[in-house]
């Protein structure tokens, strides 16, 4: 195996896992507040609609992110008046919700298949950004760097800040953290916005990174892997950077194996590496279930309304 | 406040059903002239493939014929019993023709055919038969044997890439067909193909594309609904080839040409034939020759392989050219189709097996 | 003046069926100004989608066929949801039960007999309930969240399907489509009314769900359910067994997926392929919320919604309005039930606010 193999597959696995793990970061910090947002997959797609019209019309990728953030939050608050003012039930919302970026976006979308945009240059000097070994490093999407300043973002504001402290509280016992004095409904708006905005920078990696096109449904239902890959991580910010790639190896690995003809690939079926994923997170959920250990367990309070009691 | 909302909710509703009550009308049935054609698509008319020819060619019949046809369509109609219920629906509004676009169409179509004996029914790459039902397709294979000829003549590592999604027989034959012509021009060349196991998922199909070219192919093709795959090539380098509809506004340097589906001329003369009275359910497989398949220009290419493509279709025209002249050997090294003979419209209908040369096994 | 929020003392019993009807008009308002302002007939839309279907005697029966799944799946949903046991697995039960009963169903091939098919039906249900056992189980010891596992088993579901489809259950006469062969007489369900399409498992639904309305209205099943969902604690104390309600919730509601599942195979597929699940599962979590958690209410929205999907095609033939529409539609009406919801448990009082402090006394007398 050469060294320029073994840069291609880097790539293209960094390229797999982009968009589950931006999502799964905005999903994570949702979920730690306390509420379930299985929307992830319609807000994907309304942030690869903005991000590709965008681009359509401005030629501008760096606005496109934006754009696909600002639409990816407003979209979630349709789930947040529902779910936090209203205290409707959070599955039956977020599979609305679902539906409604699957169905909104196609609609926008059906003046923008069969065209191609132009999207980010790589910000490093071509001597890196373009050598067959250190591209590797400097060869990416600025969105990738983005990715994991992101993730070091989030780990320190959940474990370091006092925001932080209080959105883990709300999520944690959300009684109490009302009783202290913390308004519980608007720290959660603020998550589910958070949540939102990741989730169109997710589907925004489509348009921008991964296929510079648009077509119906084009996240091909990795908005349900990102919910998969917060469980997987045990809602740790860091464990859903490993996470992300290792679904992203997963994925990708299969493909590879199969263009190499190699004759262990018949071992297992695609479909069995495709179905890991979800099995994995079955498995990791029974096993921090079971283990408890500090960190590792699901918010308390996650998919429960919460009603002040003023 | 409590009166005042429930008065709310009763004039709400009663507008509704104003604003509701002048539009209602009774569906026209009068099934007269002009001839009312449907569509049933199996994706959105604007997927940039399949089902964009599709539309583009039910356009090109509507103007052939004028005011003498109506056309409806549906898009996005899923395989099985949604399908049945759309077929039905338009065999319901008076259409005298009807076209199901998806091999999945063809036992739902089938079973409203034997409930209409007196509407034609057209299945496109079908192969059941009934009175009022006839099937047609494109030799695809013959539009694939010009790519595959460039691929021959273009490639260095002798490796050619083919995206396919599942082995059914058309895709089974385009991968036949372009080994066979890269063969021709190239005697090393073989074809390394991944089966992505899915009709639509753009992401993986980028990535699957990359896993070839990462593996050496240095030529691509793919057999799949979406422009992912020629994108990549164009962000890698790497020649490419359209299928469907031109594709080169996805890849403007590297798409070298593009298999045109041209269902235009055959939906014309089908609908001719029902108007005229002379509709005979009888099966057509049309090529180059019928005007069913086209190449988009053929660009950025050395003129020698520019000359040996053209020949390749003007051989398919004229009759000397055919990629599945024997001898012909499948994976295993027997020989399916001897020298002399030719595979025939049949087999090729029903092709289930690999050449030789072709890396990659039917799962 | 400010918009206020009062608890009700008891939920609104009016307000409980008339929220549904109101999102139901509620869409139709506001889909027909939407669609009008991004360039559609914007009333013709909603005409084609909620009125044509009704007004079209031929398509009663697409209705009752479409119709039938969903809510076949949303009484069985209702019923967890009632317990507030949140199984959204339904479309992975759905597609497992129809697996098991297709597998059936390529071992009797060759067999002729009236014993086929129930056995097809049986091995659905059991299909579905095994599926639907795994979060159970996985709830009942070790505590996993049941919402999450339940739709992780979901995606394991389908590309089970995916790979037995398109790899040994391929048809071997079928050109190597990823489907499995016709079902063959024996396997299909009867049609019940001569001339349409109507088949028996659509009849079968509306008595299943006619026996669930009563199981929960008069069974102690009923009452455990309700009482486990609303009051936990009151229900330890009158010695229902929460691990106990777990495994009859999923197995109840999972078996009814899978028997959905398998009606679709010997009912309208009459073969699997990989485009046999349809989104029903998810659907019907729609269907048992805005037919209000109970068996003749999820009848009701069973067949709006199908009402939608049929309506959904005749606007695309009649107005070329593209297929997404009926997404946006479907989610709009849950969005508006559920943000009426609140209607139930609260009243809205417009208060002055100056004098906010004598109002919660007043309702409550006025309740």
Redesign the interface.
Known sequence: MSID?LV??I??VV??ST?ILFAGLGELVTEKSGV?N?GVEGMMLIGAIAAFATVDITGNPWLAVVMAAAAGALISM?FA??TLS????Q???G???T??G???S??IG?GF????IKTFDTIFPDVLAKDPFWKVIFGYSPLVYFSFIMVALVAWFLSRTRPGLILRAVGENDVSAHSIGYSVIRVRYAAVAFGGAMAGIGGAT?PLV????W????????G?IA??LV?FAGWRPVWLLGGAYFFGLL??FE??A????ASWTAIL????W??LP??A??VV??VI??SKRAGGN?PAC??KPFIPSA | MNMNRRRFVQAAATTAIAAALPIIHTRSAFAADPLKIGYVYVGPINDGGWNTAHEAARQEMLKALGDKVTSVYVENVPEGPDSERVIRDLANQGCGLIFGTSFGYMDSLMKVAKDFPNIKFEMCTGFKHAPNVANYNIRFHEGRSVIGTIAGMLTKTNVGGYLATFPVPEVVSGINSFQLAAQKVNPKFRTKVIWINTWFDPAKEADAARALIDQGADVMTQHTDSPAAVQVCEQKGIPTFGQGADQSQFAPTMCKTSTEDQWGPFYTQAAKAVLDGTWKAQDEYWGMKEGAIKMAPITHVPDDVKAAAEKVISGWMDGSYNCYAGPIKDQSGAVKVPAGSVLSNDDILGLNWLVDGVDGKIS | MKLKLEKRAEPSALMLYATPVGAVILTMIVGAIIFSVIGYNGLGAVYEVFIAPVATSYKWQDIAIKASPLILIGVGLAVGNRAAIWNIGAEGQYVVGALAGTGVGLLTQNATGPWILPLMLLAGIAGGAAWGAIPALLRNRFHVNETLSSLMMTYVAIHLMNYLVAGPWKDPTGFSFPQTPLVTADQSLPDIIPGTQIHLGVLLTLVIALAMAVLMARSVFGFQVRVVGSAPHAARHGGFSEKQTVWLVFLLSGGLAGLAGIFEVTGPFEQMSLGFPQNYGFTAIIVAFLGRLNPIGVIIAGVVLAITYVGGDMAQSALQLPNASKGIFQAMMLFFLLASDILIRYRVRLVSQAAPAAQPATAKSAA
């Not at chain 1, 298949?113 to 191609?116: E, I, V």
């Not at chain 1, 199969?258 to 003809?261: E, F, M, Q, R």
């Open positions: 193999f291609a597959v790539i293209t390229g797999a968009p379930l299985l349709v008046v529902l209203l205290s409707a039930n599955v039956a919302t599979l609305a919700l539906i409604f699957t169905g909104l196609t609609l059906n298949t069969g065209r191609a489509f991964l296929t510079p096109l077509a119906e449904g084009l996240t091909g239902g990795r349900w919910i998969a469980v994925s990708t493909l590879y199969k263009a190499s003809g079926p695609s479909e069995a495709a179905a979800y099995l997170t079955v959920l029974a279930s079971v699901a996650l998919g």
